[in-house]
């Protein structure tokens, strides 16, 4: 308990999936929670399921791509607690599933603008308020596949953008007492994933994705084990990491060899001794 207590925390993307869970969980910790979506329902619900357990947390609608929106909206948030200790950069969209040449330039700008634009904007905006605020932490939700890729090319480029970006302004912003730092999923079931599966056309089900995709752990993270990283990486019992990558992935980034999920005993083909 109490690990944010005192602290305003900014979430962006927390009407649904990880930002969902990162604004709970901050919320039980004790930080006043702004919550940033373009979901205004899901936002709403949010806010009041965080009021019902007993914490604080304000609803915002604001677009992560819209420099002008971000702009408006943290000013608001800052005149509204009067400081701001923690920002969590965790909007994001999927997309960019094809080779480079058939991956159009509206489509790349529309992953970039969410993104890495959305980061950005919201550091640019918030850091003036950070600072006066004494300082904080910036945590920026990348990606396991912004580290090693895969299959949707400007997706995890936007995500290795992200990743490299983090350790940029860890350097810059060390004088503002600002730390950031980068988490990256591995596969989490949320809304995010299940709109993946069916637009490729698959029933969303864990045990399909697990098939394609080499996880040690044997099963996808739920919202809340990230959220766990986030926290930790936000709170000051983090005060001496900066810069650095925090890896939430199972183990599916270090994994040498293909790893089949349980339900296959054995890799396709090969007949057990
Ligand atoms: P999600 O779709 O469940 O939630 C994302 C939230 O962001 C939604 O509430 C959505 O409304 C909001 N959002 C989308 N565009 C926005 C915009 N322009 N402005 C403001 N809000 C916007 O997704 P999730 O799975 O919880 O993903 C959260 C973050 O984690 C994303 O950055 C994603 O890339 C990253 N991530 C997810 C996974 C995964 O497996 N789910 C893995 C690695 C990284």
Not at 73 to 84: F, H, L, R, S
Not at 87 to 96: D, I, T, Y
Not at 128 to 156: C, E, F, H, L, R
């Amino acid at each position: 308990m109490d690990r944010v207590k005192g602290k305003v925390a900014i979430v962006t993307g927390a009407a649904n999936g990880i930002g969902e869970a990162t604004a709970k969980l901050m919320a039980k910790e004790g930080a006043k929670v702004a919550i940033v979506d373009i979901d205004d329902a899901n936002g709403k619900r949010v806010i009041k399921e965080i009021t019902a357990a007993g914490g604080t947390a304000d609803f915002w609608h604001m677009d992560v791509s819209h420099a002008n929106e971000v702009e408006k909206v943290i000013e608001e948030i800052y005149k509204k607690y009067g400081q701001i200790n923690i920002l969590v950069n965790n909007a994001g969209v999927g997309g960019g599933r094809s080779a480079p040449h058939k991956t159009t330039e509206a489509e790349l700008d529309r992953v970039f603008g969410i993104n890495l634009k959305g980061p950005f904007f919201c550091t640019k905006y918030a850091v003036p308020y950070m600072s006066k605020s004494g300082g904080g932490s910036i945590v920026n939700v990348a990606s396991v596949y912004g580290i090693i890729g895969g299959d949707t090319p400007v997706y995890d480029a936007s995500k290795g953008a992200l990743r490299a970006m983090s350790k940029s302004d860890a350097i810059c912003l060390r004088k503002h007492h600002i730390r950031v730092n980068s988490i990256h999923p591995g596969n989490v079931w949320t809304p995010l994933f299940e709109q993946i599966e069916k637009s490729l056309g698959g029933i969303p089900e864990e045990s399909d994705i697990l098939g394609s995709v080499r996880v040690p752990a044997g099963r996808m993270a739920r919202p809340m084990e990230i959220a766990w990283g986030i926290l930790f990486l936000a709170s000051d019992e983090a005060s001496y990491v900066n810069g650095s990558e925090l890896l939430i992935d199972g183990g599916m980034v270090d994994a040498p060899l293909p790893v089949y999920p349980p339900q296959i005993p054995e890799a396709p083909g090969i007949t057990p001794d």
